[in-house]
């Protein structure tokens, strides 16, 4: 079946813009995830949403970030007046609920200018 | 709190030699579980094992074999018959039964060379 989709693969905004970021999960799946990757470091967990809810989102870094998952299925990262401490690649990854294996997408990676 | 680190930033190897790229974690939980993902250029995250702690028998996938040491907390993963194919980015991560999120290493940089 389709992996884990992710759009748009490449994002450049201006410091202070909005961007949306999308997560389509693997069909099925209950658990999403979204991390960041900072260039040269390992992923960084922002959110994880079991359903609807946001089970945790400890890993949000302050306010301008937020992310919904209004039907349990697609999600989207939203990132308010963006920084350039922003740029990053993006990763959402889906799992099938418990600490089962994460399936992850191909990442958006969002440039600030 | 959970860490994991990858104390080789970049290894190489030749093609269809061995190689261990080594890991080592630290945690409180009881049931937790470890990963090796592998990040080609392309940057879509691949698993490449996983390893319940529970779990005494290391895993082992094709030519992927890790090697638990459970009392050292150390997590490393041998690559045997290394192929071109393997090049790419190689982490480390944990993950604990009762927190889903996963806590990754710096990751290692692997080059296989003809």
């Given at each position: 079946g389709a992996g884990v989709s992710q759009t748009p693969s490449n994002k450049v905004t201006e410091k202070g813009k909005y961007v949306e970021l999308r997560c389509d999960p693997i069909s099925g799946h209950t658990a999403l995830y979204w991390y960041r990757q900072s260039l040269g470091q390992g992923p960084e967990f922002l959110i994880y949403f079991q359903g609807t809810g946001a089970?945790?989102?400890?890993?949000?870094?302050?306010?301008r970030f937020f992310a919904v998952r209004p039907e349990g299925s697609v999600s989207t990262l939203k990132i308010q007046?963006?920084?350039?401490?922003?740029?990053a690649v993006y990763l959402c990854a889906s799992s099938d609920g418990g600490v089962d294996t994460q399936y992850f997408g191909p990442g958006t990676r969002l440039t600030v200018l | 709190a959970q860490t994991v680190t990858q104390s080789q930033p970049e290894m190489s190897v030749q093609e269809a030699e061995t190689v261990t790229l080594s890991c080592t974690y630290d945690t409180s939980e009881s049931n937790y579980y470890l990963f090796w993902y592998k990040q080609p250029p392309s940057r879509q995250m691949i698993l490449v094992i996983r390893q319940e702690a529970y779990k005494q028998q290391n895993a082992t996938e094709n030519r992927f074999s890790v090697n638990f040491q459970k009392a050292a907390k150390s997590f490393s993963l041998k690559i045997s018959?290394?192929?071109?194919?393997?090049t790419a980015m190689y982490f480390c991560a944990s993950g604990a039964g009762n927190n889903r999120k996963l806590i990754w290493g710096l990751g290692t940089s692997l080059a296989v060379n003809p």
């Open positions: 089970a945790d989102d400890s890993g949000l870094p302050n306010d007046r963006t920084e350039r401490g922003d740029s | 018959d290394s192929q071109l194919g393997d």
